[in-house]
């Protein structure tokens, strides 16, 4: 794969926060280059990204199949001895009666986590062949959006949070998974930091997997005038002069690829066949629709009991924020800080900041731009970091059963309060920053 510490190429982009189309230089190596109007990141160039990506991507499946395969913890109590690996959180949640929260956390800590590594491995690999594929295209697309729900790192900090709670209840040791899951987390953050989203979409360029050449001159040569007068993005903006454009400049959210294509056009990208919009369609009524539900999902949430611990044949469920006094008498205050923090703030913080973003952006408000973008970045990484409390249950699930002794049983608020999770993040997702630069033009 050629030009690993070679200058990249002037590019034409469109920023994702705030949809300015502009040309982004050329970058040396360890260079970025940034928006000039909300300042989001456009580009960092890595030192030889992809051969070092695909390292980091081979060792982090290595790992993950230890971590698959071995013991994660292991408890005991009364000479009984439970173990627990990887699955063992969604088999026991689906034992309980609980096969949609099991499901849930199947996914975000082996189903999200393998697919994406398996797909960005699979991708780099193809890229050295002498004619790549050209599905690789879609390959690498489903990598980049199963990001958000790979959690490795999150789940560890569940496992933390449940050795802490199974410290007082059982004798526990750790198994070699845990171990594996570390150095899996260290492994994919290294991964992430290497790849370079959109050198990988040029080396696919550059190796005739679009099916036709990409004019990139004639796109930035009609840059300056489409980028320009369309600051709205909208069907029938005029040119000076009172004369309709005809055309629009629209940039991929998946390779970033700015197009210039007709106003009635339903175009799709030409480097990576995804279907270009103009903005997120219905994007103002979905995340309305998304937070609302979320909100209503928060009171059962945090009312029901996520679990409930019957020691010695007596037990008290247990909510969110009883969890979090538990820890406090126990003194163990910065567990319940962070447990606090995960739970109950970053979910009411994120549906407060979305409820702002809507409504600023339905009243075309200029407020703060700059900040409220910001903001909107804020929402978007956070909202996934409340699953720390569904991870430290299902880990109690799978170890805590024996008997009248002691045993963790899962409870409903624990369901409900993982649907918030989800819908919060999609609710982010479905929000388009863009909307609230164009509404205040």
């Known amino acids: ?13 469109a920023c994702d926060d705030c949809g300015l189309v502009q040309i982004v230089p050329a970058l040396p190596v360890g260079a970025s280059a940034h928006c000039p109007r909300c300042d989001a990141t456009l580009r960092r160039h890595r030192r030889d990204p992809m051969n070092n990506t695909l390292a980091f991507c081979l060792s982090a499946l290595v790992l993950f199949a230890i971590a698959a395969s071995q013991t994660l913890l292991q408890v005991s109590s009364g000479g009984r001895v439970r173990v627990a690996s990887l699955f063992s959180g969604p088999i026991g949640l689906e034992q309980d009666g609980m096969w949609e929260l099991g499901a849930v956390v199947l996914l975000a800590t082996v189903g999200a986590p ?5 797909c960005t491995t699979y991708v780099l690999l193809a890229l050295r062949l002498a004619s790549p594929p050209r599905h690789i295209r879609r390959v690498f697309a489903w990598a980049m959006h199963l990001t958000p729900w790979s959690m490795i790192e999150i789940y560890l900090l569940g496992v933390f949070v449940a050795y802490v709670k199974l410290g007082a209840l059982v004798r526990i040791e750790v198994g070699s998974a845990l171990y594996a899951l570390g150095g899996l987390l260290l492994a994919m953050v290294a991964a992430d930091t290497m790849l370079e989203r959109q050198a990988v979409w040029e080396e696919m360029e550059r190796r005739g997997v679009p099916h036709a050449p990409i004019d990139h001159a004639a796109t930035i040569a009609a840059a300056p005038i489409v980028g320009a007068t369309l600051v709205g993005d909208t069907p029938g903006d005029r040119m000076p002069g009172g004369n309709r454009t005809g055309t629009r400049a629209i940039g991929c959210p998946t390779c970033f690829l700015v197009s210039v294509v007709p106003d009635a056009a339903h175009a799709s990208c030409p480097r990576c066949g995804t279907a270009l919009h103009v903005r997120r369609r219905d994007s103002i009524t979905r995340t309305w629709a998304l937070s609302l539900t979320a909100l ?8 029901y009991p996520v ?3 019957i020691q010695l044949g007596s037990g008290q469920p247990n909510t969110i924020l009883g969890g979090v006094r538990e820890l406090v008498r126990n003194g163990m205050w910065p567990l319940a800080l962070l447990v606090f923090f995960a739970s109950i703030v970053v979910p009411v913080v994120k549906l407060i900041s979305l409820a702002v973003l809507l409504i600023t952006t339905q ?5 703060r731009l700059h900040d409220r973008t910001a903001v909107y970045r804020v929402v978007e990484g956070i909202g996934r970091w409340s699953m720390i409390d569904v991870f430290m249950i299902s880990i109690l699930v799978a170890l805590v059963h024996f008997g009248a002794l002691v045993t963790v049983n899962p409870g409903p608020g624990a369901i409900a309060f993982a649907a918030v999770v989800i819908l919060t993040m999609f ?14 033009a």
Do not use: H
Not at 1 to 13: C, D, E, K, W
Not at 296 to 303: D, E, G, K, R, S
């Open 1 to 13: 794969m050629s030009g690993a510490t070679q200058p990249t190429q002037p590019t034409l982009r």
């Open 114 to 118: 393998l697919a994406k590594l398996g």
């Open 296 to 303: 209503v999902l928060y009171l059962p949430a945090n009312t």
């Open 307 to 309: 679990l409930t611990l």
């Open 363 to 367: 009243r075309r408000s200029r407020w």
């Open 427 to 440: 609710a982010a997702k479905s929000f388009d920053p863009r909307l609230m630069w164009d509404a205040a």
